[in-house]
């Protein structure tokens, strides 16, 4: 029999606060995270508001944030949303555990650029008649103008380095970048690397932040954000009729998963065990997805067949449900492909509608919520579901969070490229 | 049962610095040739570093079916590049795409960041310019910049579209997966994708690592922070793993995708198999001491069942770097230290370059062409032995390869480590 994985910690920093306690009940209460953007002057772009995290302050979290004084935030979210979930599982200092079997896997973003040294770099050397850059200008002044260790922090296998280094980690160390499936890819990989004994004990989670000037350019050219400025609260719609793109949100969130001996041997608290995962490329185009579902209804069917169930014991689906017109309405194709005549019995939600996209975070995020479902027994809400969709009818939970018994809960996670994962989580049973 | 899968090399695509195909690799490869020259990418005069390994005559539409060539402007050269070796390899591995079950067909890759074109940014950039340095006009910039900017300009710099963009173009529907860590990235990638074919979730891969930092913004920032070679005069002396005068890393460009598959989906296509992945260990080097690449290196000496006797050749993640090297010598040491004779040791970056994002890929189909040609290249510009690095490095000629296994190595500046062991096919 293949060894078992639990989640025995989880830890978050998102826009509906600083812990999962208050992530999940700010979720059940309905409350929107997202407001006018206040990172930078937004106001001409197409899109100006987002879910940004506030007041965050990574001192309280850890002893020595000087560490990551160079990072991002996507490296500072995830240092805390990891000391929250070591804490929760009792693996900080812990010297008991041999720390060579503990291993790393994130799917976290990228550091944000020097936007302003950049584009005025750009422009000082720029030749509006031939069109061209001048390399050896812009080359010397970048050199000048750029902070080195800032630079350095951009790159995308350092906020895995640091968690490893200053959390003791010694196992595996990777780092995904797969858009917004990114976290729930390293979740799924990273059960996997336990399964197959490569670790016992996996720190596993995104972090981002795209809530830039060049990240909100990029989304905003792709017509991917909504231009639903006010009021913010409203903006994202998942499944609602009136949808108009997704909300930019920001966050980290981290689990530890373990292979349940190892856990139940040093009596760890098992929050749940995650039972399937399911990986698929839709190989259809870059920007759409494929519109019959082709990838996103193989992924599930995937993950429900690893975790050995059927669709009929799924309690409860936490969608990718962006609220973009075309994910929202091929998520609820991929479902009923997959569910049949089920998929109008099981509650669908969108975390999306409170706190925006996380893109590499989201998944994890979202899965941690599933978790917390499970606990308590009560969904959340897909908020702000107002005006049917004829092509989005299943059940949605709409805009009040619902009690239910969820033994089981599967989350969708579906990435720009046409990258597909889905994981089940299911309370644990001995 | 699942462990009894059993997962081989079948098909190699290389556009390195080396020149634009396996073959060319490997003839460098065997005759030492640097791929190292002065950068003619962009005006790198400025710069402290104006050396680096270009991959020279490369254009895309060549490798591409005419009517696929419009994607190719959405993607960057790290992309391009990616692409055009996924389709090497296939060739290389002589496969029918007709003949394969897409939903059985997965990709994966290593990538890194992935840098704008200045130029494209040029409009968006001159109209909001502040007359103040270090300061752009954020509402000139939202109002008036961003129409100036091509509308699908972000998907051209995500790292996953190396993935994507070949597992579009060739049906790929299995799992695609993107490992974005720096030099260890691609070989992760050939991990977890072993894993995956064990582990029966697909049956045929494509495993890759694209990388381009020869453009003004990803060069300067990598001034900025990378232990670079200064040798600007002598650029084919400038990258010397483990030599006691070598004084940083060169950066260089390219793409190397593998076909792996599991054997029996080899044996009923008739393919020619290079070499069987058999092991794969990854590890936290905290200290930066070597423990954690030893760990790394056991844990994938384990894996393949085979103790540290066994291996031909260690193919080293030597990056030239005066304290990396001696780090690295210090890993391997731990666990070959005792040997006698001592473990051979092959640093393909003294020819390359560090290809950073595909090092792991392509150095690994280094190590797979000298098993299959019973012959391990020598590692150029080592001269003088350096005592931080006390290492059998093979020097001057090329030797002949005597024992089936090769174990190849690559790790990251903050100490996240990699092995993977590969076994000669007979």
Same mark, same amino acid.
């Given at each position: 029999?293949?060894?078992?994985?639990?989640?025995?910690?989880?830890?978050?920093?998102?826009?509906?606060?600083?812990?999962?306690?208050?992530?999940?009940?700010?979720?059940?209460?309905?409350?929107?995270?997202?407001?006018?953007?206040?990172?930078?002057?937004?106001?001409?772009?197409?899109?100006?508001?987002?879910?940004?995290?506030? !007041?965050?302050?990574?001192?309280?979290?850890?002893?020595?944030?000087?560490?990551?004084?160079?990072?991002?935030?996507?490296?500072?979210?995830?240092?805390?949303?990891?000391?929250?979930?070591?804490?929760?599982?009792?693996?900080?200092?812990?010297?008991?555990?041999?720390?060579?079997?503990?291993?790393?896997?994130?799917?976290?973003?990228?550091?944000?650029?020097?936007?302003?040294?950049?584009?005025?770099?750009?422009?000082?050397?720029?030749?509006?008649?031939?069109?061209?850059?001048?390399?050896?200008?812009?080359?010397?002044?970048?050199?000048?103008?750029?902070?080195?260790?800032?630079?350095?922090?951009?790159?995308?296998? &350092?906020?895995?380095?640091?968690?490893?280094?200053?959390?003791?980690?010694?196992?595996?160390?990777?780092?995904?970048?797969?858009?917004?499936?990114?976290?729930?890819?390293?979740?799924?990989?990273?059960?996997?690397?336990?399964?197959?004994?490569?670790?016992?004990?996996?720190?596993?989670?995104?972090?981002?932040?795209?809530?830039?000037?060049?990240?909100?350019?990029?989304? !905003?050219?792709?017509?991917?954000?909504?231009?639903?400025?006010?009021?913010?609260?409203?903006?994202?719609?998942?499944?609602?009729?009136?949808?108009?793109?997704?909300?930019?949100?920001?966050?980290?969130?981290?689990?530890?998963?373990?292979?349940?001996?190892?856990?139940?041997?040093?009596?760890?608290?098992?929050?749940?065990?995650?039972?399937?995962?399911?990986?698929?490329?839709?190989?259809?185009?870059? &920007?759409?997805?494929?519109?019959?579902?082709?990838?996103?209804?193989?992924?599930?069917?995937?993950?429900?067949?690893?975790?050995?169930?059927?669709?009929?014991?799924?309690?409860?689906?936490?969608?990718?449900?962006?609220?973009?017109?075309?994910?929202?309405?091929?998520?609820?194709?991929?479902?009923?492909?997959?569910?049949?005549?089920?998929?109008?019995?099981?509650?669908?939600?969108?975390?999306?509608?409170?706190?925006?996209?996380?893109?590499?975070?989201?998944?994890?995020?979202?899965?941690?919520?599933?978790?917390? &479902?499970?606990?308590?027994?009560?969904?959340?809400?897909?908020? !702000?579901?107002?005006?049917?969709?004829?092509?989005?009818?299943?059940?949605?939970?709409?805009?009040?969070?619902?009690?239910?018994?969820?033994?089981?809960?599967?989350?969708?996670?579906?990435?720009?490229?046409?990258? !597909?994962?889905?994981?089940?989580?299911?309370?644990?049973?001995? | 049962?699942?462990?009894?899968?059993?997962?081989?090399?079948?098909?190699?695509?290389?556009?390195?610095?080396?020149?634009?195909?396996?073959?060319?690799?490997?003839?460098?490869?065997?005759?030492?040739?640097?791929?190292?020259?002065?950068?003619?990418?962009?005006?790198?005069?400025?710069?402290?570093?104006?050396?680096?390994?270009?991959?020279?005559?490369?254009?895309?539409?060549?490798?591409?079916?005419?009517?696929?060539?419009?994607?190719?402007?959405?993607?960057?050269?790290?992309?391009?590049?990616?692409?055009?070796?996924?389709?090497?390899?296939?060739?290389?591995?002589?496969?029918?795409?007709? /003949?394969?079950?897409?939903?059985?067909?997965?990709?994966?890759?290593?990538?890194?960041?992935?840098?704008?074109?200045?130029?494209?940014?040029?409009?968006?950039?001159?109209?909001?310019?502040?007359?103040?340095?270090?300061?752009?006009?954020?509402?000139?910039?939202?109002?008036? @910049?961003?129409?100036?900017?091509?509308?699908?300009?972000?998907?051209?710099?995500?790292?996953?579209?190396?993935?994507?963009?070949?597992?579009?173009?060739?049906?790929?529907? #299995?799992?695609?997966?993107?490992?974005?860590?720096?030099?260890? #990235?691609?070989?992760?990638?050939?991990?977890?994708?072993?894993?995956?074919?064990?582990? @029966?979730?697909?049956?045929?891969?494509?495993?890759?690592?694209?990388?381009?930092?020869?453009?003004?913004?990803?060069?300067?920032?990598?001034?900025?922070? /990378?232990?670079?070679?200064?040798?600007?005069?002598?650029?084919?002396?400038?990258?010397?793993?483990?030599?006691?005068?070598?004084?940083?890393?060169?950066?260089?460009?390219?793409?190397?995708?593998?076909?792996?598959?599991?054997?029996?989906?080899?044996?009923?296509?008739?393919?020619?198999?290079?070499?069987?992945?058999? @092991?794969? @260990?990854?590890?936290?080097?905290?200290?930066?001491?070597?423990?954690?690449?030893?760990?790394?290196?056991?844990?994938?000496?384990?894996?393949?069942?085979?103790?540290?006797?066994?291996?031909?050749?260690?193919?080293?993640?030597?990056?030239?770097?005066?304290?990396?090297?001696?780090?690295?010598?210090?890993?391997?040491?731990?666990?070959?230290?005792?040997?006698?004779?001592?473990?051979?040791?092959?640093?393909?970056?003294?020819?390359?370059?560090?290809?950073?994002?595909?090092? #792991?890929?392509?150095?690994?189909?280094?190590?797979?062409?000298?098993?299959?040609?019973?012959?391990?290249?020598?590692?150029?510009?080592?001269?003088?032995?350096?005592?931080?690095?006390?290492?059998?490095?093979?020097?001057?000629?090329?030797?002949?390869?005597?024992?089936?296994?090769?174990?190849?190595?690559?790790?990251?500046?903050?100490?996240?480590?990699?092995?993977?062991?590969?076994?000669?096919?007979?």
């Amino acid at each position: 029999m293949r060894r078992r994985v639990v989640i025995t910690g989880m830890g978050a920093i998102t826009p509906l606060g600083h812990s999962v306690e208050e992530l999940y009940a700010a979720q059940i209460e309905g409350r929107s995270g997202i407001g006018r953007i206040s990172l930078f002057n937004a106001q001409r772009f197409p899109t100006q508001i987002a879910a940004e995290v506030k !007041n965050f302050d990574l001192s309280r979290f850890v002893k020595e944030p000087q560490r990551w004084v160079d990072s991002g935030v996507n490296s500072q979210f995830a240092a805390a949303a990891a000391k929250q979930a070591l804490e929760d599982a009792d693996l900080l200092d812990n010297t008991k555990v041999d720390r060579t079997r503990i291993g790393v896997y994130l799917g976290c973003g990228e550091g944000i650029q020097d936007f302003h040294n950049l584009v005025s770099l750009i422009a000082f050397n720029y030749d509006a008649d031939s069109r061209l850059v001048d390399t050896a200008g812009f080359t010397s002044g970048a050199l000048r103008y750029f902070h080195p260790g800032r630079e350095a922090e951009q790159e995308l296998h &350092t906020s895995a380095a640091h968690l490893a280094a200053y959390f003791d980690l010694e196992g595996p160390n990777f780092n995904c970048l797969t858009a917004c499936a990114a976290s729930s890819q390293a979740i799924g990989e990273a059960t996997e690397m336990i399964r197959h004994g490569d670790a016992d004990i996996m720190l596993s989670g995104g972090s981002h932040s795209m809530i830039h000037p060049l990240g909100v350019t990029g989304f !905003n050219l792709l017509t991917a954000l909504s231009t639903s400025n006010d009021p913010p609260s409203k903006a994202s719609r998942p499944f609602d009729l009136h949808r108009d793109g997704f909300v930019l949100g920001e966050g980290s969130g981290m689990l530890v998963l373990e292979e349940l001996e190892h856990a139940k041997k040093r009596g760890a608290h098992i929050y749940a065990e995650i039972i399937g995962y399911g990986s698929t490329a839709d190989a259809f185009r870059i &920007t759409d997805s494929h519109p019959e579902g082709r990838g996103a209804a193989a992924c599930i069917r995937a993950a429900l067949q690893d975790a050995g169930i059927q669709p009929t014991d799924v309690d409860y689906i936490n969608a990718h449900g962006t609220s973009t017109q075309v994910n929202d309405k091929v998520e609820t194709i991929a479902i009923k492909q997959v569910f049949g005549d089920a998929a109008y019995q099981v509650p669908v939600s969108s975390s999306k509608s409170m706190l925006g996209h996380l893109i590499a975070a989201a998944g994890a995020v979202e899965l941690i919520t599933c978790v917390m &479902t499970i606990q308590k027994g009560v969904m959340p809400p897909t908020m !702000n579901y107002e005006t049917p969709d004829p092509e989005c009818d299943l059940d949605y939970i709409p805009n009040a969070a619902r009690e239910k018994t969820v033994r089981c809960a599967l989350s969708n996670s579906f990435g720009f490229g046409g990258q !597909n994962i889905s994981l089940v989580v299911r309370k644990f049973d001995v | 049962m699942a462990d009894s899968r059993r997962v081989v090399l079948t098909g190699i695509g290389a556009l390195t610095p080396l020149g634009l195909d396996a073959n060319a690799f490997w003839d460098a490869l065997v005759h030492c040739r640097s791929g190292v020259g002065p950068i003619t990418a962009f005006d790198a005069k400025s710069l402290p570093v104006r050396i680096a390994g270009e991959v020279h005559g490369f254009d895309a539409k060549n490798y591409i079916d005419k009517k696929e060539r419009k994607s190719l402007r959405v993607m960057a050269r790290s992309i391009q590049l990616s692409v055009a070796a996924a389709q090497l390899a296939l060739n290389d591995g002589n496969v029918d795409k007709t /003949q394969l079950d897409p939903t059985r067909f997965g990709v994966e890759f290593g990538a890194g960041l992935i840098a704008s074109e200045l130029e494209e940014l040029g409009e968006a950039a001159r109209v909001s310019a502040n007359c103040q340095p270090g300061s752009i006009d954020l509402e000139k910039w939202g109002a008036e @910049g961003l129409p100036n900017i091509t509308p699908l300009w972000m998907l051209k710099y995500l790292p996953n579209m190396l993935a994507c963009h070949v597992s579009i173009l060739h049906n790929a529907q #299995g799992p695609s997966n993107t490992i974005t860590e720096s030099d260890v #990235g691609s070989t992760l990638a050939i991990g977890e994708a072993y894993r995956i074919l064990v582990r @029966g979730q697909a049956d045929f891969f494509l495993v890759g690592g694209g990388e381009s930092r020869l453009n003004p913004l990803s060069f300067s920032r990598q001034c900025l922070f /990378q232990p670079l070679s200064r040798r600007n005069d002598e650029p084919e002396l400038a990258s010397r793993p483990f030599d006691r005068d070598r004084d940083g890393m060169v950066i260089s460009e390219g793409a190397t995708v593998l076909v792996m598959e599991t054997l029996e989906h080899a044996q009923k296509r008739g393919a020619r198999i290079y070499a069987e992945v058999v @092991g794969f @260990g990854s590890a936290f080097d905290r200290q930066r001491s070597g423990a954690g690449i030893a760990r790394a290196i056991r844990n994938a000496l384990r894996d393949a069942g085979i103790e540290p006797e066994d291996v031909d050749h260690i193919n080293a993640h030597g990056l030239s770097a005066v304290d990396v090297d001696a780090w690295e010598a210090k890993g391997i040491n731990e666990v070959f230290g005792d040997r006698d004779p001592p473990v051979k040791v092959f640093a393909a970056k003294s020819l390359l370059g560090n290809l950073g994002a595909a090092a #792991g890929t392509t150095e690994l189909a280094a190590s797979v062409l000298a098993l299959h040609h019973g012959l391990v290249p020598a590692t150029k510009n080592f001269e003088n032995r350096d005592a931080n690095c006390p290492l059998a490095v093979i020097a001057g000629d090329p030797v002949p390869a005597t024992k089936p296994y090769v174990l190849k190595l690559n790790f990251t500046d903050m100490g996240q480590c990699a092995a993977i062991v590969v076994r000669r096919w007979e």
